[in-house]
């Protein structure tokens, strides 16, 4: 498996070190979120700081983005990394891209396969010079030499989407390159509706289940003393209780025998009690939704939760302090021989 470490975007000043600190501690690559500072300026950033540095979006937002910029930034990453770097894409949440950025959201998981195509056309007109794709949201037929970045001694970039419903993740087995799992992505659910669905959208276009990578968030609990376990317990509980009040994700909860926990954790988030948010997650559910070890037992629980399921692992909570960095860098390592 191929081991990242998961991050938010950094003041640019700042990347290049953590590029380094990452590269230097055994992980694969870095994989930059996308909250209030944008994504692919730190993988740029990242890009020169740490080369042989694998690096990806994980998930750079879509649709307030034409899909040819969206292409264009790829592009110029894929060069600068030597084609180590993956396009993680995702819709976000309707509030978000009508209030924030100011776009349309309609019909968004037709709208993002209509993206996805249009983008790896902008890849070939990149090369080819011929810009060909008339799709149900979008239609790009115009490119100069002028206007488009040219060939690249590189493959074209992986193109990887988020996805948490069945429809959404045959949409990724159908078009995209992998599929970006949500963090609260625990191995039952991985079973019943991730593999079975991306097999089912890649059967449809003629593809094997293989060709698409799976990159899975985990959220880690590790220490070799109560206390050091007991203080990250209570983080890795209110990470998710946040992903916990989104109403989309409630069946995943449901389904592994915790109904109604997103029903309980959005009545605390309504009047403001972040406390009791946090409470209505117990260990019970940590128990499945988090992976608890020492550190010399980590490695070997995430093999056991993920081999033959996840391509990527991602590390959703290294980032900090910097000998538990280093300690994770250890556990990436391990794995990733």
Same mark, same amino acid.
């Given at each position: ?9 950094? @003041? ?23 909250? $209030? ?13 740490? /080369? ?22 790829? &592009? ?5 990394? $030597? ?19 100011? +776009? @349309?959201?309609?019909?968004? $998981? ?22 060909? *794709? *008339? ?19 590189? @493959? ?15 949409? =990724? ?12 992505? #625990? @191995?039952?659910?991985?079973?019943? *509706? ?14 094997? /289940? ?6 899975? /968030? ?11 376990? #007991? ?21 995943? &909860? ?17 009047? $403001? ?11 019970? *559910?940590?128990? +499945?939704?988090?992976?608890? =070890?020492? &550190?010399?037992?980590?490695?070997? =629980? ?28 250890? +556990? ?6």
């Amino acid at each position: 498996m191929h081991i990242d470490v998961m991050t938010i975007p950094q @003041p640019l000043g700042q990347t290049g070190e953590l590029a380094r600190r990452t590269q230097a501690a055994g992980f694969s690559g870095l994989l930059f979120t996308e909250t $209030g500072r944008t994504a692919y300026l730190n993988a740029a950033v990242a890009s020169q700081a740490a /080369p042989g540095l694998e690096l990806s979006t994980g998930v750079a937002v879509a649709f307030p983005r034409s899909p040819f910029v969206t292409a264009a930034a790829a &592009w110029e990453l894929q060069e600068a990394t $030597g084609g180590r770097f993956r396009l993680g894409l995702g819709t976000q949440v309707r509030t978000h891209v009508v209030r924030r950025y100011g +776009v @349309p959201f309609e019909r968004p $998981g037709p709208r993002m396969r209509d993206y996805v195509r249009a983008v790896k056309a902008c890849f070939d007109a990149f090369r080819t010079g011929k810009l060909d *794709h *008339h799709g149900d949201f979008y239609d790009l037929d115009f490119i100069t030499a002028q206007w488009s970045a040219g060939p690249i001694d590189a @493959p074209d970039p992986k193109v990887d989407v988020a996805a948490v419903n069945p429809w959404m993740l045959r949409m =990724a087995g159908e078009v995209a390159d992998g599929v970006h799992v949500h963090p609260i992505g #625990e @191995p039952g659910y991985l079973t019943r *509706h991730v593999m079975p669905n991306v097999a089912a959208g890649a059967a449809k276009a003629g593809r094997a /289940p293989s060709d698409i990578a799976v990159i899975v /968030p985990v959220l880690t609990i590790v220490g070799d003393t109560d206390e050091e376990r #007991e203080r990250n317990r209570e983080s890795v509980r209110a990470s998710m209780a946040f992903y916990g009040s989104t109403p989309n994700y409630a069946f995943i &909860w449901d389904e592994a025998g915790f109904e109604g926990t997103t029903a309980r954790i959005r009545e605390k988030q309504k009047a $403001g009690d972040f406390a009791g948010m946090a409470a209505a997650v117990t260990d019970e *559910h940590i128990a +499945v939704f988090a992976t608890e =070890a020492t &550190w010399d037992g980590l490695a070997d =629980a995430l093999a056991a939760k993920y081999a033959g399921v996840a391509t990527r692992l991602v590390f959703y909570n290294a980032v900090g302090d910097m000998e538990r960095f280093e300690r994770y860098g250890e +556990v990436a390592r391990r794995l990733g021989g």
